[in-house]
């Protein structure tokens, strides 16, 4: 295996173990939640982009180890990766879901798409890791990082930590993908905690 893929692992099981083991409930004890959780932009840029169903049996069977040790279930790691492969499907046509990418791109050609997922869209489906990936997912970021992202939010919420949703940001180039077409690559995709006013 590739020491950086085998990295980036590791690097999601830690994250998946520090969300677990961190006590949000301290944080919300202090007059401003937030006060302890000054570094509050999370990058992807050593995550995996590939979805999870492209990788190589390899890389994917550790992908899938490190979602079962992150408490999700084989029909949960599933639905999941077709959540995720539906989306990189489609980046290579012009519409994504509620959003467009720029028309007659060209090689080299970057997108940076913004959008936020409020408290309650988040939850909306549950307030378990699964349910809350389910939502990151489907609004097209990569698995991996959905998952982290979830991991934080359903931790913050089981502690009763007031915040009002996510900002992301997830960058795109133009080129040929890993099918030899030309398309859209999901670059590093970053999220915020946006705070309660």
């Not at 509050?40 to 049996?57: G, H």
């Not at 539906?86 to 720029?102: D, E, H, K, L």
């Not at 030309?182 to 006013?197: I, M, Q, R």
Request: charged share 15%; net charge negative; proline share 3%.
């Amino acid at each position: 295996m590739n020491k950086n893929i085998k990295s980036c692992f590791i690097f999601v099981l830690s994250l998946c173990l520090m969300v677990t083991a961190t006590n949000f409930s301290v944080l919300a004890s202090e007059s401003n939640v937030f006060k302890n959780f000054d570094v509050n932009i999370y990058e992807s840029r050593d995550l995996p982009q590939i979805p999870v169903a492209q990788m190589n049996a390899e890389d994917k069977a550790v992908a899938i180890d490190v979602m079962k040790q992150c408490g999700l279930t084989d029909n949960q790691i599933q639905r999941l990766i077709n959540i995720e492969n539906n989306n990189y499907m489609a980046n290579s046509i012009s519409t994504r879901g509620n959003w467009v990418f720029p028309p007659n791109p060209q090689i080299g050609d970057q997108f940076e798409r913004k959008f936020f997922l409020s408290k309650g869209t988040l939850i909306a489906g549950g307030a378990g890791v699964a349910e809350i990936s389910a939502v990151i997912a489907g609004a097209g970021v990569p698995l991996l990082v959905a998952i982290t992202a979830a991991g934080w939010v359903a931790q913050a919420i089981g502690d009763n930590v007031d915040f009002e949703g996510l900002d992301f940001v997830t960058h795109y180039v133009y080129g040929e993908t890993n099918e030899g077409t030309l398309g859209w690559n999901t670059g590093a995709t970053e999220w915020t905690v946006k705070k309660k006013s």
